[in-house]
Each structure stands twice: as C-alpha cells, then as structure tokens.
C-alpha cells in the first residue's frame, strides 16, 4: 500500500537554526500539506499546496516558513530560524486530485519531531 | 464549518464493541463525515468516511441516522490496539480543503 514518507524522524537543532524537514507524498496525489502537533495538543493546520503554489496557510505559517516542491517526489517544509515553540511533530499529508468527499481523504506521513533547544 | 462534539475520553475493554458518537447539529447538505483514528506519536489515519446511513469497511462501521446530525463510529471487537484518539470531521464538498482537527475522543482499552 503506498505511503507518505517523512524524513528525517526527528531533529534535534538549536534555536535560530535553518531546518528542512522532507516528504515524499503519495506518487499520484496532488495535493500536499504540513500540519504540526505541539506535545499534548491538537493537531494544527499549517499550510495547503498545490499546482506549485499556496493554496491557503494559517497564521502560524508565517515568513518564517516556507514549503517548496523542488522535484517530482518531495514535497519540503522550512523554518528559516527556529524558536524554542517551533518544538512540536511536523505531519505532511497529501491527497488525490478527487474533489468533494476526497477533500477529507488525507494520507499523512510518520511525523518528524523537531526538537528546538 | 461544522461544529463537533464527541467524548474527550472512553475506556472499554478487550472484545468489546466500541460506539463512539458525534454530534454536529449544524451539518451542511453537502458536508461528509468523516473519522480519523491516531496512535501515539504517529500520524492520524483515515478511518471511515459517510454521508448517509451506514458504512462499513475492514476497520470500522459509521452509522449516520436520516437527519445527520449525529454520527456513530463503532469498532468491533476491539484489542488493546485500538487505544487511540479518534477524532470526528465533518465537510468536504465546498469547503476549504485543510482539516481542523478537535481534541478527539481519547479511547482507551483495557485488558
């Protein structure tokens, strides 16, 4: 069954750092998304893409970070300078072209847990 | 968006079936209910999705009576692998396509 993978696992970095966090989505979905989920809480929105653009980010999605898909298969989170509250597991998801129904249809990846020190 | 409610937590046991309700009063003609089950420190999972009446697939069944303002998850005979949050949605059609996620239902099984 296919899958969407994340990379890496977890992340360990100092605040002010760059990270990238990576995923490779579903190979024939077009819709692609980050959500985040700070220790104990919900699980956060924090950006939709697609056709190579932004569909819709929420306030959280700052300048701080940006999503790019450089190739074919990965689909990229950066934050340019982390802060100690970036400390949460980062979820991507992608989904098929299929509106309606499918919307809600979301295959999420294993997380990456970044760690902000 | 339509407004969620469903138990912050259940505990059942070992074999039992689970029946975990949502209600969403305020659900809109073309809005689909959708569940989601996540295991700690992983990813939420689609579960089961359903506009009308009853579905059933290899994990779990979802009953939505005719006026759809509430809908019923119900895992069968459940193991100790099933403690998980699982977490109602409702939408889909005409709607933004990111998801908002609740607090869910914390379901705990007992040996």
């Known amino acids: 069954e296919p899958e969407v993978t994340q990379t890496p696992s977890h992340q360990v970095t100092q605040m002010g750092q760059e990270v990238i966090l990576r995923c490779v989505p579903i190979?024939?979905?077009?819709?692609f998304y980050w959500y985040r989920q700070i220790l104990g809480q919900k699980v956060e929105f924090l950006v939709s893409f697609y056709n190579n653009e932004i569909s819709e980010k929420s306030e959280i999605f700052d300048d701080q970070f940006s999503v790019e898909r450089p190739d074919g298969s990965n689909f990229t989170l950066k934050i340019r300078s982390t802060k100690l509250e970036d400390s949460a597991m980062y979820f991507c998801?992608?989904?098929?072209?299929?509106?309606?129904?499918?919307?809600?249809?979301?295959?999420f990846g294993p997380g990456t847990r970044l760690t902000v020190t | 968006l339509a407004k969620t409610t469903q138990p912050i937590s259940m505990d059942s046991y070992e074999g039992q079936e689970v029946n975990i309700t949502c209600s969403h009063n305020n659900i809109a003609t073309n809005d689909y209910i959708t569940w989601y089950q996540q295991f700690p420190s992983q990813g939420p999972r689609f579960i089961i999705q359903?506009?009308?009446t009853k579905v059933t697939n290899e994990v779990a069944s979802l009953f939505i009576p005719a006026d759809r303002k509430s809908s019923t998850l119900s895992l069968p005979r459940v193991s100790l692998s099933d403690t998980a949050v699982y977490y109602c949605l409702v939408g889909g059609l005409n709607r933004d396509d990111k998801i908002i996620f609740g607090k869910g239902t914390r379901l705990h099984i007992l040996p």
């Open positions: 359903g506009y009308k």
């Open positions: 998801a992608s989904r098929t072209s299929a509106s309606g129904r499918a919307r809600y249809e979301q295959y």
């Open positions: 190979s024939n979905h077009l819709y």
